[in-house]
RNA sequence: GCGCCCGUAGCUCAGUGGAUAGAGCAACCGCCUUCUAAGCGGUCGGUCGGACGUUCGAGUCGUCUCGGGCGCGCCA
């Protein structure tokens, strides 16, 4: 349990009765203490008292909780200001050697069954960056989610059916009786001219291939592609869900009854129309073209519901904010069948453009201006690809500024929290690996064995952490503020969660590591003095462990050295 | 016209209703005989687009307004 639970609980032990939620914060500035409470003003209103009286009544059963706080401050309107107990710090470091891997991690609270749905492109070329993004930060929510105590399944749904696909298959037909006859058709330009370029000529002489079954071979081609592209950034999928199997297996026909029975249809012009206005829609929506095909938005609604039968209780889908225009229909259509529309959430993902020497290109198809995600990965290697794409919040649109992902110095955040990794694990390859006698390099000599016994104390005796406070002012500061960030990560993941914005993380660790680098250059962890070198060893490990876990919830590798 | 999203330092962005709004980059000045200088310290930089409101307290919540992006297909 974190220290600042602990001393939340404790404060809700002596307000017992009152409902107050109490909410315990670090604060900004170092006079303020290291957390602070605004319970005496929250609760002033109801108990109609002086928040400044009640402030001092709270401290004055609080200032003598030893082991946990150290020193109790008022200030102004009624602040109530906390020392920690540096023993309590020492207690949360154990949990961090404890818990290693799953450190941060929830317990599996809930075990609440989440399916996010992402990226989820027609299988008709490549991966635009937009794509790139809505995998970046699909997967790292997910992972976040699944940190956060959550049951998650992560899918992507392959539209493969309908116009876009029907498209698809005509063009490859068309180009595969070219290159067969070596004639020209009289089809002037492809819908998809890039992807038609790209992969017939490819699959034309292939075993087997006939003008029949070029398109689905084609599809089929794209999906590898793309299957592999996402995995090339740790972009993994427990599922590959297929539209076209909605309509095979005959669910898209189910839910269509369904609607039809609930009275939310009409015929029209020889389509079938959802009313959709009746769910505060702009217009009604065509479920059913007139030559009675099926639109995406049945498959959608169909698509959903499947969602819910498995037993899902969220469903996350990450969408293109080109798509906002979806979500009321797509809800309605839920809504219509008695599904409660409010398990549905839906992310939406603001667009990127890219820069490049100092110039910002925007997207645009008309333009030819399209950027491709397996251009960019290649170019800026997956770590940063990742990076980049999910540090700001998916409602904000983006800037990928390519020349600064690609630089392998400081400027670029992902190498400055690499490094603070690298850095940990390098202080460790001296201990058992050094370089010079231990005279020269004047550190005490730890064995092999001797360091793993320290392993199994770190995660069971805080004593040995009480050490690193025994230190000047200067480094007592860098040391307590590592620590406190370290012990942030917990809360960070759950906000990260609770707000859907994987990319805290990411801004979370760049502090970790500015914190780590600071510590590194005014502590020297490799000391003369055992009792130092033993316990600052264990907080360097601490940060590694977290950087790590950090790392690997935004799907970025923690290189051991650089 | 209607709907969704965004306006915070020159640039890219943080900022769970709390105290004096923060980083990084860019610009300038410093720091390597010892654990990787892929690092650290310092200086410069702001009417949080604007107005009104709610609150003990607003960058954060509400209403309005200005600016930008996206959407309003029998495409997805």
């Known amino acids: 349990m974190s220290y600042k639970h602990k001393i939340k609980l404790e404060i809700e032990k002596i307000l017992n009765g ?9 604060t900004k500035l170092k006079e303020h203490g290291d957390v602070a409470t605004n319970v005496a003003m929250v609760l002033a209103k109801e108990l109609k008292k002086n928040p400044f009286e009640i402030a001092n009544d709270i401290k004055a059963k609080i200032e003598n909780l030893k082991g946990l706080i150290s020193k109790v401050e008022v200030a102004k309107p009624g602040f109530i200001n906390i020392v920690v107990d540096n023993l309590a710090l020492a207690e949360s470091l154990i949990e961090v050697h404890s818990q290693k891997d799953k450190f941060g991690y929830a317990p599996s609270k809930s075990k609440e069954k989440v399916l996010v749905e992402y990226v989820s492109a027609n299988p008709t070329g490549d991966l635009h960056i937009g794509h790139g993004r809505q995998a970046a930060i699909g997967d790292s929510l997910a992972n976040v989610l699944i940190a956060d105590g959550y049951d998650v399944y992560k899918e992507f749904y392959i539209n493969d059916h309908g116009e876009q696909m029907t498209r698809l298959k005509d063009d490859a037909r068309i180009k595969y009786w070219e290159l067969k006859e070596n004639k020209k058709s009289d089809k002037i330009d492809f819908e998809y001219q890039i992807t038609i370029d790209k992969y017939i000529p490819l699959l034309v002489n292939e075993p087997g291939t006939t003008a029949d079954n070029i398109g689905e071979k084609l599809k089929e081609r794209i999906l590898n592609d793309q299957k592999s592209l996402l995995g090339k950034c740790n972009v993994k999928f427990d599922n590959w869900f297929s539209e076209t199997s909605l309509h095979t297996e005959g669910k898209a026909k189910d839910v269509l009854e369904k609607l039809k029975e609930s009275g939310f249809t009409y015929e029209h012009e020889g389509a079938l129309w959802f009313k959709a206005k009746e769910f505060k829609d702009t217009r009604d929506r065509v479920l059913i073209r007139s030559d009675g095909r099926p639109t995406y938005l049945l498959a959608d609604i ?14 996350i889908t990450v969408w293109g904010a080109d798509h906002h225009g979806q979500e009321i229909s797509l809800k309605g259509g839920l809504h219509a069948l008695g599904y409660d529309d409010s398990s549905l959430e839906i992310v939406f993902v603001q667009l990127v453009s890219l820069k490049k020497e100092g110039q910002e290109v925007k997207m645009s198809k008309r333009a030819g201006t399209v950027v491709n995600t397996e251009e960019v990965l290649n170019e800026v290697g997956s770590d940063a ?8 919040h998916p409602n904000n649109r983006m800037v990928f500024d390519l020349d600064l992902a690609k630089k392998q110095d400081k400027d670029n955040p992902v190498y400055y929290i690499q490094y603070a990794h690298a850095r940990c694990c390098s202080i460790f390859r001296q201990i058992t690996n050094p370089t010079g006698s231990s005279e020269e390099r004047n550190v005490s000599t730890v064995t092999e064995k001797e360091l793993s016994k320290w392993f199994e104390e770190y995660a069971k005796t805080p004593e040995i952490f009480m050490n690193l406070f025994a230190v000047n002012k200067e480094e007592y500061e860098a040391t307590k503020t ?7 990560f917990p809360e960070e993941i759950s906000l990260s969660s609770k707000s859907r914005s994987p990319g805290r993380i990411g801004n979370y660790l760049k502090e970790l590591a500015t914190d780590f680098h600071q510590f590194y250059t005014v502590c020297r962890v490799l000391s003369k003095d055992i009792k130092i070198l033993k316990a600052r060893l264990g907080l360097t490990w601490a940060t590694k462990i977290t950087i790590a876990n950090g790392l690997k919830i935004l799907g970025i590798n923690a290189p051991e050295s650089m």
């Open 18 to 26: 009152t409902k107050t939620n109490v909410q315990v914060e670090k």
């Open 385 to 392: 690809f990742r990076y980049f794409l999910v540090e700001s």
């Open 482 to 488: 590592l620590i406190l960030k370290i012990l942030d």
């Open 302 to 315: 169909a698509y959903h519901i499947n969602k819910i039968e498995r037993k899902n209780k969220k469903l």
